[in-house]
Nanobody
Framework: VQLQASGGGLVQPGKSLRLSCTAS????????IAWFRQAPGKEREGVSC????????WTADSVEGRFTSFRDSAKNTVYLQMNSLKPEDTAAYYC??????????WGKGTLVTVSS
């Protein structure tokens, strides 16, 4: 079982970025996939969660209206679409899954830097 997060980079304020989290070893359609982020010196916080392939999702108040998560079942991938990025969105972003057997997996962080 593995989650591979990618898509981070340097982006200017106001621009958009899409992160990907590709699963291997399990079918992500059966699970909620969450996105967390951790900025330097701060605690890790949840930002969004894709519950299923029907589009059900949750987004934190801090990014509501700018971030959304969705999935492509054919690619076994969940995405985090980030629009109108702000410098305070700078962080390492991680995807996460809790499987039915109780095992948890984190993708390797992908760094997003929002700066002019």
């Amino acid at each position: 079982v593995q989650l591979q997060a990618s898509g981070g980079g340097l982006v200017q304020p106001g621009k958009s970025l899409r992160l990907s989290c590709t699963a291997s070893g399990f079918t992500l359609d059966y699970y909620a996939i969450a996105w967390f982020r951790q900025a330097p010196g701060k605690e890790r916080e949840g930002v969004s969660c894709s519950y299923d392939s029907d589009g059900s999702s949750w987004t934190a108040d801090s990014v509501e209206g700018r971030f959304t998560s969705f999935r492509d079942s054919a690619k076994n991938t969940v995405y985090l679409q980030m629009n109108s990025l702000k410098p305070e969105d700078t962080a390492a972003y991680y995807c996460y899954v809790l499987l039915t057997n109780g095992a948890t997996y984190w993708g390797k962080g992908t760094l997003v830097t929002v700066s002019s």
